[in-house]
């Protein structure tokens, strides 16, 4: 292209008869040159570019990267991540959730309220017709949730108490966190991911969040008892008003206002986050209260919660999978799904009934401290325990498979004996 350039240039001097067929191939020429001008110089700016420059974009890509993960995260962890955070700003200054944002109307009333209205909206009554097809096995998970894990924990819990191994708030806190339901969200996903039967899981979900609401809190004061100058009508008349009431009213909404039920169902993402944060705010103004009372929760009793806690749960889980195996050895996914079933404990609606029954009570941090390290400590375990599961109730899946393949190909082959046998006695007669 260059010696085409400067060819023209050359004829410039020449006869004026040249000048019409000069004309085309000088336009062609500028416009190719014009083209290659800003690729070459692109070129050279790459060529002449320091590895300065390199390095740069690296680093930013990585940083890029190192973003999306820490994002990931967040979204994964996001109720834990919040609940620390909270705990943090609450021991940074208490006043805040103590005082200024009125915790015994905002917290106590409205944010309780409120979770437990968005509870009645999602609960799925209808499930529970399914519960009739499977009595024995809803009936095993019932009676461990409620029965053997606050039997459990109220005598480890009085076994530490009694030995000054930890205080007798964090005792009781350990009660009232075995006492409250399983999870409704949480058991159902891990059901599923490990393999196990989730049409069961959801029913006993729905099942026994509703009997917890009842059943829960005649528990925690049969274990524990009321503190102070409260009295159990006013524990109960609290109980109906906050927890039992929205529920009812969110089941009516449901059921006779269509439009509120598809607005719900349209927005449930977002109404999952309100309820978050309406977790994550009560528990702010708890431990506000809890740190304004007294001055702060020792590590070493944060710490013992994290050990015995863990402890507790894994001794409950070894001996719930062993029952399983005994009373539904040939149901495979009853038994996934009731090893989740029987442990699961739910934050949701534990922590609005501990504000609801312990309103006032200056240790009620102290009890709300069990059940957010039982929370996240059962949501890991399950996390670990799900594709473990999986594989193990496939693997079991494609033997009885290959056992049945087995005898159906055992069976022709009796069949064809038979047949031959009968063919050779007809020859012989």
């Known amino acids: 292209m260059p010696s085409l350039i400067d060819k023209i240039i050359t004829n410039d001097d020449g ?5 019409d067929t000069t004309a085309v191939p ?4 500028n416009e190719e040159a014009t083209k290659e001008e800003p690729e070459k110089a692109k070129a050279d700016e ?35 991540i919040l609940i620390i955070l909270v705990i943090l700003l609450a021991r940074a200054y208490p006043p805040i959730g103590a005082i200024y944002l009125a915790p015994k109307i905002t917290a106590t009333w409205i944010a309780v309220m409120f979770i437990f209205l968005l ?49 007798q708030d964090l005792a009781n806190g350990m009660v009232i966190a075995a006492s409250v339901p399983l999870t409704i969200n949480m058991s159902v996903v891990l059901t599923k991911a490990s393999g196990g039967d989730e049409a069961a899981a959801i029913c006993n979900s729905a099942l026994w969040n509703l009997v917890g609401v009842f059943l829960s809190p005649a528990l925690i004061l049969g274990y524990i008892g009321v503190k102070g100058k409260l009295s159990l009508f006013v524990v109960f008349y609290k109980l109906g008003i906050r927890v039992l009431f929205p529920i009812v009213v969110g089941q009516l909404l449901k059921w006779f206002v269509p439009p509120v039920n598809d607005f719900a169902k349209t927005y449930k993402p977002y109404f999952k986050k309100a309820q978050m ?10 431990f506000c209260r809890t740190f304004a009372e007294n001055e702060n929760i020792p590590v070493k009793d944060i710490f013992l919660m994290i050990l015995f806690i ?7 889980m070894v001996v719930a999978w062993y029952l399983l195996q005994v009373f539904f ?11 989740y079933g029987c442990t699961h404990k739910t934050v949701a609606m534990g922590i609005p009934l501990i504000n609801a029954i312990y309103d006032g009570d200056p240790a009620i941090g102290l009890y709300t401290l069990p059940l957010l390290i039982w929370h996240p400590m059962q ?11 999986l594989a193990w109730s496939q693997s079991l899946e494609e033997e009885s498979q290959k056992e049945v393949e087995v005898g159906d190909i055992e069976a022709k082959k009796l069949e064809t004996d038979d047949t031959a046998s009968a063919i050779s006695a007809e020859i012989e007669v």
């Open 15 to 19: 006869d004026d008869d040249d000048d």
């Open 26 to 29: 000088d336009d062609a020429a």
């Open 277 to 286: 944060y309406s977790l994550v705010f009560i528990v702010y103004t708890v």
């Open 46 to 80: 790459e060529d002449s570019s320091p590895d300065g420059d390199s390095d740069g974009g690296e680093s930013t890509t990585r940083l890029r990267k190192c973003g999306a993960c820490g994002k990931k995260f967040y979204v994964a962890n996001e109720f834990l």
């Open 310 to 316: 863990g402890i507790s749960l894994a001794i409950l």
């Open 119 to 167: 509870a009645g909206l999602g609960l799925k009554t209808e499930e529970f017709s399914n519960a009739l097809q499977q009595v024995r096995f809803n009936f095993f998970v019932f009676f461990f949730n409620f029965g053997v894990d606050s039997a459990f924990v109220f005598g480890v819990s009085r076994l530490l108490a009694y030995y000054e191994i930890i205080n």
């Open 329 to 339: 050895r040939k149901e495979i996914k009853l038994r996934i799904c009731g090893l």
């Open 379 to 389: 949501l890991v375990v399950g996390t670990f325990l799900s594709p473990r599961l």
